[in-house]
């Protein structure tokens, strides 16, 4: 079997940019919006959907926290998976591209409305492939808040048990929820230790760091299903919002708009 090619760090680098961009201007369409969201999770998906792994049309993808779906569009319209125009209209009545992912939304098997259930989903789409042998991946991607919901323990129980290895999930691990700091609501960790507990592959990583997204997500299969906590921050990484800003629910008026695009410009230099 001939060797895959090694990554394109650069241009996975300059898609994580890209989506980082394409968020800001669709968040600034109404002047506020889930931008933190992209900020973080940016690096991840373009990873996943720019790296290989996931395979649009044949993997399964359950976007448990359906406001994160702002970095999902926007990574499908820079790899043509969608029509970029759609993104002008974004979070609009009517439009194509809801600010929160339903039952309509393009390029997800299944979202939730409740945080929480996601996993589950994925749990019975992971098993459906598995019994009809189609080769399907099934790819979760949740948010640390949602650890605080019984019913995510309950499915990670059940994956382990049955070694689900066609079954990965990535945990956008930000601290950040509604409510505030996550370790003020809830103390999750040793969050690593927990999945292990369970009987999961664990991989707890640096969430922007490109490389180590890539070499879990391509690590070998162990007989069990994998979940990768990715490090992430949710602001610190753009200079331009003050630190006052509401991470979960940012902002934007014109000038704060072209200060971030400035920024994240330069950086594909």
Known sequence: MQAAPPP????????????????????????????GQALSAAEMFAVLYGGGFLRPGH???????????????????????????????????????EAISTERSPMVDLTCGSLGQGLSGAIGLA????????????????????????????????????????????IDANNSQVDGAVTDVTTLEPLADKW????????DIDGHDLQALHAALAAARQGRPRVVIARTQILARIQALPTST????????????????????????
């Open 246 to 269: 509401d991470a979960h629910f940012v902002k934007l008026d014109p000038a704060l708009t072209a200060a971030i695009e400035t920024e994240l410009e330069a950086q594909l230099a």
């Open 59 to 97: 993997d399964r993808f359950v976007l448990s926290p359906g406001h994160y779906v702002v970095v999902l569009f926007a990574v499908a319209a820079e790899l043509g998976l969608i029509d970029r125009k759609h993104l002008a209209s974004y979070g609009l009545d009517g439009a194509l591209l």
């Open 127 to 170: 098993l459906a492939a598995r019994l009809a042998g189609d080769g399907r991946h099934t790819y979760a991607f949740l948010s640390d808040g949602e650890m605080e919901e019984g019913q995510v323990w309950e499915a990670a129980m059940f994956a382990a048990h049955h070694g689900m290895d066609n079954l990965s999930v990535l």
């Open 8 to 35: 394109d760090w650069r241009h996975l680098r300059h898609l994580s940019i890209r989506i980082k961009l394409n968020a800001v201007r669709m968040v600034a369409i109404q002047g506020f919006g889930y931008f």
């Open 196 to 203: 292990r507990a369970f009987g999961w592959e664990v991989f």
